[in-house]
C-alpha cells in the first residue's frame, strides 16, 4: 500500500503505524482518565498546524482557554495560528440538540468552509453518551462516521474507556467505525512498583502496524513512544 500518510508527530508512534495514519481515514484513541488521550490529540494538531494546515478541535470536556494554555505551556505557540488555521470549538455535552446539531450538521460544513485537514473531536464518548437507546446510538454514530468519511480531513476522536473494560471504549463502538484504534493504558507490574503507560495499536485497515505493546510518556513538551522499548 503506498497510501499518502499524515504524521500524527509523536515520535515512536508513527513508526508503529507504518509510517503515520491514512491521510482521510479516522482514528480513534481509547483510554482511560490521565492516559493522555487530550495530550495526544493536541500533538496531532501541534503537527498539523506547523505544516500549515487547517485544523478543527472540538472540545466536550475542557473550555477552550484551557487548552490554549495547555498548548501554550508545552511550548507550542499557538496563539499566531488562532482562528486563522485554528479553530477550537467547545461544546456543551449535555445541551442535547445544540452539540447534536453543531455535530452532525454544522461540523461538515465547517470542515470545507475552512478547508481543514485534521479535525479532533475530544472525546466522542461525551458525544455519544447524548444517545440514550444504544439501538439509536449506533445508528447515529454510523452515519455520522460514513457522513465523516465524505470528507477530505483525517480526524482522530478520543474516547474513555468502558468502566469495567480497560480494552473497550464506553459504548464498545467507536473501535469498529474507526479506521486505525490506539489503545493507551496504565501497566502495573506490582503493587509496590512503579505506574507505567503503555500503548498499542489495535488496529489499522488496509496497512500493516505494528501489534507490540509498547511504554510511552507524556514529557512536558511533549508525547514519546520508546518503539524499541519493551514493557514486559
Ligand atoms: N507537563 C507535564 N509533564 C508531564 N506529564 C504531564 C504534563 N501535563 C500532563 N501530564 C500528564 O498527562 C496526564 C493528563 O493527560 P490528558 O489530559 O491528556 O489525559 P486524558 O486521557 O485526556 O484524561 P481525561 O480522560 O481525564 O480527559 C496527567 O495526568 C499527567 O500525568
Ligand atoms: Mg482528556
Known amino acids: 500500500m503506498n497510501e499518502e500518510r ?11 503505524l507504518g509510517g503515520g495514519l491514512i491521510s482521510g481515514s479516522i482514528c480513534a484513541i481509547i483510554g482511560t482518565y490521565g492516559t493522555g488521550k487530550t ?13 500549515g494546515e487547517h485544523i478543527i478541535y472540538i472540545s466536550l470536556e475542557e473550555r477552550e482557554e484551557r487548552i490554549l494554555e495547555y498548548m501554550m505551556q508545552k511550548g507550542w505557540d499557538v496563539k499566531p495560528f488562532l482562528n486563522k488555521s485554528l479553530f477550537v470549538i467547545k461544546l456543551d455535552p449535555t445541551d442535547f440538540n445544540l452539540a447534536n446539531n453543531r455535530i452532525k450538521n454544522e461540523l461538515p460544513r465547517l470542515i470545507k468552509q475552512v478547508n ?11 458525544f455519544e453518551d447524548l444517545f440514550d ?20 480531513c483525517t ?18 463502538l467507536i473501535e469498529y467505525l474507526a479506521d486505525t484504534v490506539i489503545l493507551l493504558r496504565y501497566v ?8 507505567h503507560l503503555a500503548l498499542e495499536v489495535v488496529k489499522m485497515r488496509m496497512s500493516a502496524h505494528s501489534r507490540e505493546i ?7 513538551d511533549k508525547v514519546l513512544v520508546y518503539s524499541e522499548a519493551n514493557v514486559f
Open 155 to 172: 480526524i482522530m476522536m478520543t474516547s474513555e474507556t468502558d468502566k469495567d473494560n480497560a480494552f473497550s471504549s464506553r459504548h464498545a
Open 6 to 16: 499524515m504524521k500524527v508527530g509523536i515520535i515512536g508512534l508513527d513508526d508503529m
Open 39 to 51: 495530550t495526544f490529540s493536541l500533538q496531532f494538531i501541534w503537527e498539523g498546524l506547523k505544516k
Open 214 to 220: 509498547k511504554p510511552y510518556e507524556i514529557q512536558h
Open 188 to 195: 502495573r507490574p506490582s503493587d509496590l512498583t512503579d505506574v
Open 133 to 152: 437507546a444504544d439501538s439509536v446510538r449506533r445508528q447515529e454514530m454510523f452515519r455520522f462516521v460514513e457522513g465523516m468519511r465524505d470528507q477530505k
Open 116 to 126: 481543514a485537514r485534521r479535525v479532533v473531536i475530544d472525546p466522542i464518548s461525551l
